[in-house]
């Protein structure tokens, strides 16, 4: 039987056991940086397979090896995250969150899940393969500074030093036993924006007397917007969003100040610092032509995230072989953000999607929503095409 057959039939094995650890998981949910419980749930599922090379990293985080045969040879690094968000489920299923107010709404059970059934795998293939892979199970992805980050700081990357890195998000617009794939730049920078203007308020019939904060804001948006359509090269994509203004004034009362909070998301680290210096100025310029001040804080989140063209490749090629042609579907640049981002700055990465929709059972909702949910069959297809990935990137020159 050759690695492939292999592969596929140990995935199938362990089809009903992974379904029961995304439950256990998905009704056990915990927040960013909290995840206590379950860490030491994968941890003890690693133990179980008779894994020891198992090391604590970032509080939460674990970086764990399985070595083959000359495991100096190479080594690929496969990344899954843990943590959930703060949502309240929607869902009436038997495996509904217990934490009140915390789910897996972005499908990180599921990689947990995948990943674990990649050790299952791999553990019991040792001697059909030659090299290291290392599983990085990482806490934190939903928040800044992203668990990526901390990771990597601890060294994550390095001994034994990764070849190359993979990792996996679940995708409900794609449907259940189909994956996806994109060479190049996939997914935005994202940097946060909280801005502050003050005026000076009174009384709506005299604005005469008062500097008014909500003028001015209508008119730092638009002129922000343009920096956007003006400044920006075109074919650099770039998005500014204000999702949240607060001008607290009344029918009859000019407040003192605005707040409003935005987002800035583009493709290129250039671009990204030079959009930064040209927002400041615009937004103090403006701020300043009406008498107005300005607090515009830039809180910078994750860089864009790029997927290695040859690694790319190599992993389609690999996934074609593994699932058909028909199920292989090429992804569009998504201006999403996700700490990935800082993995394939630091070594050749490829970040792709498992589909999880399924309109028969009525799996549609999207990532972030109370009513999010994946058709688990997509579980046996996630473990056995990333542990397949990883043996033919082990077994790769390049
Ligand atoms: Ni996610």
């Keep these: 039987m050759n690695m492939l057959h292999k592969i596929k039939a140990a995935a199938a094995g362990i089809s009903q056991e992974l379904i029961a650890i995304r439950r256990h998981l998905h009704s056990n949910p915990e927040l960013s940086f909290q995840e206590y419980n379950t860490v030491s749930y994968v941890k003890m599922q690693l133990e179980g397979m008779g894994i020891t090379q198992i090391k604590s990293l970032a509080t939460t985080g674990l970086e764990v090896l399985i070595e083959g045969r000359n495991p100096n040879k190479k080594v690929v690094a496969l990344r899954a995250d843990m943590d959930a968000l703060p949502i309240i489920e929607a869902n009436d299923v038997p495996y509904k969150s217990k934490n009140v107010g915390v789910m897996h709404a972005c499908g990180h059970d599921a990689h947990t899940t995948c990943l674990l059934g990649v050790a299952k795998i791999l553990q019991g293939e040792r001697e059909s393969f030659e090299g290291t892979v290392k599983l990085i199970f990482q806490p934190g992805e939903e928040k800044l500074p992203g668990g990526a980050t901390l990771m990597i700081a601890e060294g994550v990357l390095e001994n034994p030093t990764v070849n190359a890195i993979l990792g996996q998000h679940v995708m409900p617009l794609i449907p259940v036993g189909k994956v996806g794939f994109r060479s190049g730049l996939y997914m935005a920078s994202t940097d946060e924006l909280y801005v502050t203007i003050k005026g000076k308020g009174g009384h709506g019939a005299m604005p005469h007397l008062c500097i008014d904060p909500v003028v001015v804001m209508a008119q730092m948006i638009s002129a922000l917007q343009t920096l956007v359509s003006r400044q920006s090269n075109p074919i650099i994509p770039s998005v500014l969003s204000f999702g949240k203004v607060i001008a607290n004034g009344a029918t009859n009362v000019i407040p003192n100040e605005v707040y409003m909070e935005g987002t800035f998301r583009t493709l290129d680290e250039k671009w990204r610092s030079k959009a930064h210096e040209l927002m400041l100025r615009t937004a103090h310029s403006v701020a300043e032509g009406f008498g107005a001040t300005v607090d515009f804080e830039i809180r910078k989140g994750y860089p864009f995230l790029h997927n290695n063209p040859a690694l790319t490749a190599r992993s389609k090629a690999a996934a074609l072989n593994y699932m058909g042609e028909e199920n292989i579907v090429d992804l569009d640049i998504w201006m999403a953000a996700e700490d990935f ?35 688990e069959e997509a579980l046996e297809i996630g473990a056995g095409l990333m542990a397949y990935l990883a043996i033919t990137e082990l077994e790769a020159v390049g």
């Design 341 to 375: 981002a800082y993995y394939s700055q630091e070594a050749d990465a490829c970040f792709y999607r498992l589909g999880t929709r399924n309109e028969s059972k009525g799996i549609v909702s999207g990532v972030h929503t109370p009513t999010f949910d994946i058709d």
